[in-house]
């Protein structure tokens, strides 16, 4: 159905003016941008552009970090109250994106900085409520504000404000050692999507120049563009995978009997992510990890069950209008579908407040039942404007998963707040944290 994304950018509205333009600008102006990209799964992109790395190289260094931290959880000290492992699975999945698109040195070290990481989670947690209405009436909020009648709290602007400048320091510090040819040359110095979307860009502008969709917007605030395209993909990436991770980890630590599974079956790696005395840690195969299909089921349910975005996702039908299931809808009709009523289809999803794994493994459901399920699945969306980083996502937390539970069970010492997970465009628990304890496995 030729139906049209409608908001161009992610929920990041109040960078610049530049981002503005991107955001409110026609559709295709996004699709041309996600097309410069050069490919759909931000996983191998690395490995199109003929680099050797790919996100399992990324996920050793941060392993290297990981561990710890977790092993700290276990320790005498930790032992009464765990550790926070919200805040740690934000770090691990804020160094995992950023290092995949400014390469390991120009990243960042949220994992080793936890008074810098608490400081940025602050900030986002302060302006995350209000999102709303530049996302949703951008000419009027901009207007109300030059007017000196804010519609968001002053606090929240200064977050944004403080969260942009961040970034741009992020994105400067990568021009600076591109300009004077200090790129750090180790493999995973590469700096993937940033190469990606700067060659892209340049190539656009030589083919079509002012005939471009993208000369008003992104050619024509060339650094901005940049640095907000690549804003949206570290905040997309980065909350979302955490807050999946969290939840997994909360549910798995309900139950040793299925951590013993998952153990089990992550040992049958080979090679798999088992510790051993002295020895560096080793990563598994892609493939043979991605084939798992317990570890690919506990990770699914959570998606399902706990969306990271489970909201509207807003489209706009053609020009043209359009049918939709048993209707005719008329064109410029603003229409959305939602992951969290879409997970909650009793019919595809029986009991569906329950989380339940065995409801996507093979030895439990026939073909045409779980076809029916993945089809229903929509925690990244679908279509034309289906989020761009999906495979990437899976990858990071089925490796940051195996990594963990190869080596560790887990406990809770604080799940308060777990059970309510937050209204709003991205979904949290209610209290924003989690304490477990990680023991190493017999
Ligand atoms: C568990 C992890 C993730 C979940 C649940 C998730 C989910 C989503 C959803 C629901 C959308 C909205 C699509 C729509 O408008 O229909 C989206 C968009 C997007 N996601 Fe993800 N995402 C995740 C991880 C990532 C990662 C790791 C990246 C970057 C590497 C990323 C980059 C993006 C971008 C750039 C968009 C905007 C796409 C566009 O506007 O065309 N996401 N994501």
């Known amino acids: 159905m030729p139906i049209v994304g409608l908001v161009p950018s992610f929920a990041w509205a109040q960078m610049s003016s530049a981002s503005m333009a ?3 600008s026609a559709p295709s102006t996004r699709v041309v941008l996600r097309s410069l990209l050069g490919t759909r799964s931000l996983t191998t992109m690395g490995m199109a552009r003929g680099s050797k790395m790919n996100v399992r190289d990324f996920a050793y260094t941060t ?6 931290i977790l092993e700290d959880s276990g ?24 290092a995949y698109i400014f390469g390991l040195k120009n990243g960042t070290d949220f994992l080793g ?17 209000y999102g709303y209405y530049d996302q949703e009436m951008p000419r009027l909020t901009k207007l109300c504000r030059k007017l000196g009648i804010p519609l968001c709290p002053e606090w929240a602007d200064e977050a944004n404000e403080k969260l942009g400048k961040w970034f741009q320091r992020l994105c400067t510090k990568m021009e600076h050692a591109v300009d004077s040819h200090h790129l750090p040359i180790g493999p995973l110095d590469q700096p993937i999507v940033w190469d990606s979307l700067i060659n892209g860009l340049r190539n656009e502008e030589t083919k079509r120049g002012k005939a471009s969709v993208l000369y008003p917007t992104a050619l024509s605030n060339f650094k901005l563009s ?70 690919h089921a506990v990770l699914t349910e959570t998606l399902r069950l706990h969306a990271p975005i489970p909201g509207a996702q807003p489209r706009q039908t053609p020009e043209s209008g359009c049918q939709i299931g048993a209707y005719t809808v008329p064109g410029g009709v603003r229409v959305a579908a939602l992951g ?9 999803f029986p009991e569906p407040n329950k989380w339940d794994h065995t409801r ?3 030895s439990h459901s026939d073909e045409e039942t779980l076809k029916q399920r993945n089809r229903q699945f ?42 309510n997970q937050s209204d709003g465009y991205t979904s949290r628990p209610e209290k924003e944290r989690l304490f477990l304890r990680f023991k190493k496995a017999a």
């Open 113 to 129: 900085d936890k008074a810098f990481r608490d400081h940025f989670l602050e900030l986002y947690k302060a302006r995350n409520d």
């Open 22 to 24: 991107l955001r409110t």
């Open 360 to 362: 996507w493994l093979p």
């Open 226 to 295: 940049v640095a907000s395209e690549l804003f949206d993909h570290v905040l997309a990436g980065q909350e979302t995978a955490g807050l999946a991770l969290t939840y997994l980890a909360w549910r798995l630590s309900q139950s040793f009997e299925l951590q013993e599974q998952l153990r089990a079956e992550l040992l049958s790696l080979s090679p798999n992510m088992r510790l051993t005395e002295n020895s560096t840690p080793t990563m598994p195969d892609s493939k043979q990890l991605d084939g798992l299909p317990l570890l």
């Open 340 to 348: 969290y009523t879409l997970h909650r289809d009793e019919a595809v």
């Open 75 to 98: 320790g005498e000290t930790q032992n009464t109250h765990g550790i926070d492992i919200y805040s740690v699975f934000m770090a691990a999945t804020m160094d995992f994106i950023a």
């Open 63 to 68: 392993w290297l970090k990981f561990l710890p």
């Open 378 to 419: 929509w925690a990244f969306s679908s279509g034309g404007r289906m989020c761009i980083g999906s495979h990437f996502a899976m990858h990071e937390m089925k490796l940051i998963v195996a990594a963990i539970y190869s080596n560790y069970t887990s406990h809770i010492v604080d799940d308060d707040g777990m059970e």
